[in-house]
């Protein structure tokens, strides 16, 4: 089995998350991508994030009608922060055998030393740097320069199609009584309108 691993706070979901996802799995011909929502980020404990199973319940909702994509909420579950090497970890015990695939946007590899026991990460998965749009190609040399070369051999590269949205933006816009139609499925659209998401200022 080839499994994709999709990690994020998804505040919210948005088509951004959806394409990278479905450009990894047909480029790298995964069996399913399972999209992880953190309970509490390591690199965002100082800024204000929705409640889990709300983040989650969008996931899903984005996610109906799709069975290559999964939600799986083992990180809300779990208690503290949401390292990746023990999130990894678990999905090696659970689907033994499998090829993980850790995809990240290529932005994230610039401070991939700082993370809990990177060389471990790279050892239980490899990485996939998505070119993220309106940044330069990351080169093999640039990768170098930031993980070393011993895990430079662990990690791929991927390119994604123009879709330039994040979910500060999207929560921007709904505070400024904007409308995220065609920024996620309509059922996400609903969800955030029916439960007031984002309305009130991040602390």
């Known amino acids: 089995m080839r499994l994709g691993i999709l990690g994020g706070t998804f505040d919210p979901v948005h088509y951004g998350h959806l394409l990278l996802a479905e450009v990894c799995r047909t480029q790298l011909k995964l069996d399913e991508v399972r999209f992880v929502p953190a309970a509490t980020p390591p690199h965002k404990l100082h800024h204000q994030i929705s409640a889990g199973h709300l983040r989650a319940d969008m996931l899903s909702l984005a996610v109906s009608g799709y069975p290559e994509f999964v939600v799986d909420r083992r990180e809300l579950k779990r208690q503290g922060s949401s390292y990746t090497v023990d999130t990894l970890t678990e999905f090696s015990a659970d689907f ?22 990177p060389e471990r990460i790279t050892r239980l998965a490899t990485l996939v740097a998505c070119n993220r749009p309106g940044l330069p190609e990351l080169k093999a040399e640039q990768v170098m320069e930031w993980v070393g070369a011993e895990m430079t051999e662990r990690i791929l590269t991927l390119h994604m199609p123009g879709t330039d949205i994040s979910g500060s933006e999207m929560r921007d816009h709904v505070r400024a009584g ?5 920024r996620t499925p309509r059922a996400v659209e609903a969800f955030i309108i029916e439960h007031g998401l984002y309305r009130q200022s991040d602390a």
């Open 96 to 117: 033994l055998g499998a090829e993980l695939y850790f995809l990240v946007g290529a932005d994230s590899l610039r401070n991939f030393l700082s993370w809990r026991e």
């Open 178 to 182: 904007g409308s995220l139609r065609f």
